[in-house]
């Protein structure tokens, strides 16, 4: 299977961080990369893995919202 390589830009939005941090990440050597004339792109599916090693949890989920709740944010506390 190909690696999915991203840019930097990409990958940001991707794990849910700013692309600063993307790149200070590789320039610390605490994520791979490949580099292309001066261009980076990282394996999506090799940072994902490198995350979860670490414990690191600032991966976006794909998961939908929970439902809200019938009466919305405005509901007040039942009075006791």
Request: no cysteine.
């Amino acid at each position: 299977m190909k690696p999915t390589l991203l840019s930097v830009k990409e990958l940001a939005q991707e794990i849910g961080v700013s692309t600063q941090s993307i790149r200070r990440a590789y320039w610390d050597g605490l994520i791979p990369g490949y580099r292309f004339q001066k261009m980076l792109r990282f394996d999506v599916e090799r940072i994902r893995q490198i995350l979860l090693e670490r414990g690191l949890v600032t991966m976006r989920t794909r998961r939908a919202r929970p439902p809200a709740r019938a009466g919305g944010a405005h509901e007040k506390a039942p009075v006791r």
